[in-house]
Each structure stands twice: as structure tokens, then as C-alpha cells.
């Protein structure tokens, strides 16, 4: 993943809005952050929390916003999704999103997900989220799992806002290549 030429961390956030467009996550300096809602990729950008999570899963809103993100520029990007948004790069990258890496925080939706992506991946779950995947799951699907002890599925709130976390070290680590999962 190391480059010289200058890359974009994509972000994009949960169905509650988070993280805010504004927020950089990595004091990384050479990456330019690009952070995207989920509302606005799936065509609905007035609907947040179940309404938003009804409108992604059972109606078109997922393809809508898998779309939005293939039309992306080319530039090199390492994609970071928080919980839906998550599952969203991952759908987009099965569907020819071009990304470096990729990063799904809490995307519990992976579950469902049957074989591994073509670039280096890592996912992050919450220990006492009911829904994350099995370890047989984990074992084959990602790249690279990490599971934060003693947390719920929306640790990440505060985790990535907050400096020199395990979440945001785990993610620079993996995002810069000076070390491999484990």
C-alpha cells in the first residue's frame, strides 16, 4: 500500500451521519480525506438511522450508493467504512470500485459475505456486537481481523475521534503496510 504518489483515505459513514464530512481520522500526510454520507450515495441524502438502514437494505438504496461510489475518479484510494458504509465499499469494490485497500468498522453485514476481496482488507468489530461474524468467518473472508475487547457495535464513534486509540493505531498501521494482521 506504501506509494509516493498522493492518496485519498474514502470515507464513508454509518446510517446515523458518522463520521462528519469535516473529520480527518488519520493524521496521515499523505493521504487527502474524502468523506462521503451514505445518505447522500444512496440517493435519500434527508434520511438517517433506520429510515436510512430500511431505504439501503430493503428497498435499491445499497445499489444506488454502490454506484455512486464506482463513479468515483480513479485517483489511489484506501477505503474506510463505518458500519453500512462499510458494506457499501465492500459491494462496490465486488462490483469494480477501484481501491487500494479497504477498512469495514462494524459492518456487520459482511456476515452474509462469501469469499474474499482481491486487495489487502481489514475489518474491526466490536466483541459484544451480536451481529459481527463468526470466527470460521473471520478466518477466511478478511484479510486482517482485529476485535476490540469489552466493546458494542458503535465503539467506533468515539474510537476514531480519539487520538492515538487502538482503532485509529490499528487502522494506520494497516493503511501505511509497516506491518501485517495479527
Not at 445518505?39 to 434520511?47: C, E, F, I, T, Y
Not at 458500519?83 to 462496490?92: D, F, N, R
Not at 468498522?105 to 489487502?120: A, C, K, N, W, Y
Amino acid at each position: 500500500m506504501n506509494d509516493s504518489r498522493a492518496q485519498r483515505l474514502l470515507i464513508v459513514g454509518d446510517i446515523r451521519g458518522f463520521p462528519d464530512t469535516s473529520v480527518e481520522l488519520l493524521d496521515v500526510g499523505r493521504f487527502e480525506h474524502c468523506a462521503l454520507q451514505l445518505a447522500d450515495l444512496s440517493g435519500r441524502p434527508g434520511l438517517r438511522g433506520d429510515e436510512l438502514h430500511d431505504h439501503l437494505f430493503n428497498e435499491d438504496g445499497i445499489l444506488r450508493a454502490v454506484r455512486a461510489l464506482r463513479e468515483i475518479d480513479g485517483r489511489p484510494s484506501v477505503g474506510i467504512g463505518f458500519s453500512a458504509g462499510g458494506s457499501a465499499l465492500w459491494q462496490a469494490v465486488k462490483a469494480g470500485l477501484d481501491l487500494q485497500a479497504l477498512i469495514c468498522v462494524s459492518s456487520t453485514r459482511l456476515r452474509f459475505e462469501t469469499s474474499p476481496l482481491h486487495i489487502p482488507t481489514m475489518v474491526a468489530w466490536a466483541e459484544f456486537d451480536p451481529y459481527r461474524p463468526t470466527e470460521s468467518w473471520n478466518d477466511i473472508v478478511p484479510g486482517c481481523c482485529k476485535t476490540y475487547t469489552g466493546r458494542q457495535h458503535d465503539f467506533y464513534r468515539i474510537d476514531a475521534l480519539t487520538p492515538k486509540s487502538s482503532l485509529l493505531t490499528d487502522i494506520a498501521v494497516f493503511v501505511e503496510g509497516r506491518a501485517s494482521c495479527a
